[in-house]
């Protein structure tokens, strides 16, 4: 079993920055993908960047494509994501999620096995 815990949301203006940080505990995540995930009530959650079990393999959803970057250390069983260029449709509710050991960097939710209680982002304009 994996416990996961978002931390540094909150708000911010348009045009900031903000860094996401997930802890995890119990299991290592050393060898797991890794993901964030978003959610806007109403509405699905929606893929944000992915990260392999080593950080060689990314992969964003394009609307936070060189904006947002994911980064991992497994040394700290934790995963970051460093949010730039903030805009207000980048508001919601951030999640991290871990996958299979060893498995490919997938957009799907349905390819991460621990999700984390969320951390609310949120950009006014």
């Known amino acids: 079993q994996v416990q996961l815990v978002e931390s540094g949301g909150g708000l911010v203006q348009a045009g900031g920055s903000l860094r996401l940080s997930c802890a995890a505990s119990g299991r290592t995540l050393s060898r797991r993908r890794m993901g964030w995930f978003r959610q806007v009530p109403g509405k699905e959650r929606e893929f944000v960047a992915g990260i392999n079990w080593n950080g060689s393999i990314t992969r964003y959803s394009d609307s936070v494509k060189g904006r947002y970057t994911i980064s991992r250390d497994n040394a700290e069983n934790t995963l970051y994501l460093q949010m730039n260029s903030l805009q207000p449709e980048d508001t919601a509710v951030y999640y991290c999620?871990?996958?299979?050991?060893?498995?490919?960097?997938?957009?799907?939710?349905?390819?991460?096995?621990?999700w984390g209680q969320g951390t609310q982002v949120t950009v006014s304009s």
């Open positions: 999620a871990a996958g299979s050991p060893l498995g490919p960097v997938t957009t799907s939710g349905s390819g991460y096995d621990f």
